[in-house]
């Protein structure tokens, strides 16, 4: 029971490994903002800067509706 413990834990970190090596593959990006797209879809804000964020843009307008959506949504 012992061994199967141990094989099972040994597969279980080659299956680990193989999981950080394909994650870390090297990607391509055509232009700095399609990277920096990605790198902000996948890193989250801290909590402070967040909230400090949601409250200095609370006074801001909210964007007219353009006229296609004035148009088709009457």
Known sequence: MKQQKKFDSEQQHEHTAEQQTTRNTAREFSTVEELLRYDAARTPAPAAVAERLQKS??????P???????????
Request: no cysteine; net charge positive; charged share 30%.
């Open 57 to 62: 843009s609370a006074g801001f307008p909210k």
């Open 64 to 74: 007219a509706r353009s006229w296609w959506k004035k148009l088709f949504q009457r």
